[in-house]
Nanobody, 132 residues
Framework: QVQLVESGGGLVQGGGSLRLSCAASGRTFSFYTMGWFRQAPGKEREFVAAINWGDGSTYTADSVKGRFTISRDNVKNTVYLQMNSLKPEDTAVYYC?????????????????????????WGQGTQVTVSS
């Protein structure tokens, strides 16, 4: 079992920044790939970014590339999503997720981004609202 708890959402003006945190716990979470997804009102949930816990390799959706950065702190067992240059269209509930993908560490973040199935573990979500 993996437990995920997000924090850091809120209201920010367009062009501003926020950092989301996802605290992970559980017996084997260090073997998982971690990711961020988001869901805006009336839209399907979409992938944002993923990171392999072991080697830190990442994969980021084109829609946020250059503005959002995923990272992890192995000591604090926390994954972060740094969001810069925020736009109103970034408004959504952001979810942290974890799943196991076989294969070399450098490939698992991309595997999560391209997977058609939902990750096994989810946090409760945190609201991000960007005003224009």
């Amino acid at each position: 079992q993996v437990q995920l708890v997000e924090s850091g959402g809120g209201l920010v003006q367009g062009g501003g920044s926020l950092r989301l945190s996802c605290a992970a716990s559980g017996r084997t979470f260090s073997f998982y790939t971690m990711g961020w997804f988001r869901q805006a009102p009336g839209k399907e949930r979409e992938f944002v970014a993923a990171i392999n816990w072991g080697d830190g390799s990442t994969y980021t959706a084109d829609s946020v590339k250059g503005r959002f950065t995923i990272s992890r702190d192995n000591v604090k067992n926390t994954v972060y999503l740094q969001m810069n240059s925020l736009k109103p269209e970034d408004t959504a509930v952001y979810y942290c997720a974890a799943d196991y993908f076989p294969g070399p560490p450098g490939t698992t973040a991309q595997a999560m981004g391209r997977s058609t199935r939902d990750p096994d573990y989810w946090g409760q979500g945190t609201q991000v609202t960007v005003s224009s």
